[in-house]
């Protein structure tokens, strides 16, 4: 089964994390599938790079997001839908 979850890297006391599409079996830095966005939260604000695009279609292929994953896509608004114009 495949899991939305972050990936901690950076240095001691300084953390940063990747979100990460990973085999729910594996380690917490183990070899990814893909690697979906971003999460810093020693700035201020707290980053949060997500490619909604592609968490869209992991969820669609049924992998499912760990609760702070969950709560990360509930706190960045979506994109609005780009609008076509017609000449």
């Known amino acids: 089964m495949l899991m939305i979850r972050l990936a901690r890297f950076g240095a001691k006391k300084k953390p940063s994390y990747r979100v990460v599409v990973i085999e729910k079996d594996r380690a917490r830095n183990g070899r ?3 690697v979906v966005g971003y999460y810093k939260p020693q700035t201020k604000p707290a980053t ?3 490619d909604q695009e592609r968490i869209a279609h992991w969820l669609k292929s049924g992998a499912k997001p760990s609760d702070t994953v969950a709560r990360l896509l509930k706190a960045q608004p979506e994109p609005a839908p780009a609008t076509e114009s017609v000449n």
């Open 48 to 50: 949060i790079q997500l």
């Open 32 to 34: 990814s599938v893909e």
